[in-house]
């Protein structure tokens, strides 16, 4: 699922690791859901101290998320995979939460993979769902950013990526 992700994605773990650290210490721990990918060894390159999850279904088993000592709980890319977002949210007793998800994009349907059953967008979010999520399960967005995904392709939905924001992140603390 992850080859080749660091070239595929460097843009997004850009944004990414610079939103991270405009809102997270070094000196705060991190549980990082979803399994050791890419983007978790650049956490670590950059100072971050991060457990993750261990591929536990987050829809029936928020055991490790109940149970972390984290000061602060990340999820990228993670809760458009969940059927039940809401719930995963709320079992979250941390305080702070930096978050982001793909934006529904008007013009290409959601993601799918063949292969890798867990590797299937269930929840593409627009913008003000994801903030009506995160509010109504105890969440105050305090700073959000997007930006856009463009590809090197030639076609009509590739001219479309290069202004339509693809990428929504989110930090937010608990009310």
């Known amino acids: 699922m992850y080859e080749n992700s660091f070239h595929n994605h460097n843009k997004r ?9 405009k809102h997270v210490s070094t000196s705060e721990t991190i549980l990082d859901l979803g399994v050791p990918n890419p983007f978790t060894q650049i956490m670590k390159e950059n100072g971050f101290s991060v457990e993750n999850t261990q591929g536990e279904d987050l829809d029936i088993d928020t055991t490790t998320i109940k149970n972390s000592n984290a000061d602060i709980i990340t999820a990228f ?33 959601a993601y799918r993979s063949k292969t890798d059953m867990l590797d299937r967008h269930y929840h ?12 109504k399960s105890g969440w105050k967005i305090i700073d959000s950013q997007k930006w856009t995904n463009p590809t090197k392709k030639i076609g009509i939905r590739t001219i479309l990526r290069w202004f339509t924001p693809r990428y929504y992140i989110i930090y937010a603390e608990r009310v």
């Open 77 to 109: 890319e993670i809760f458009e995979h969940l059927l039940s977002p809401f719930t995963v949210l709320q079992s979250i007793k941390v305080n702070k939460l930096v978050t982001s998800v793909p934006l529904k994009l008007w013009f290409s349907s």
């Open 13 to 21: 773990f850009k944004h990414t690791i610079q939103f991270l650290k």
């Open 124 to 135: 593409e979010f627009e913008d003000w769902q994801f903030d009506w999520l995160l509010e």
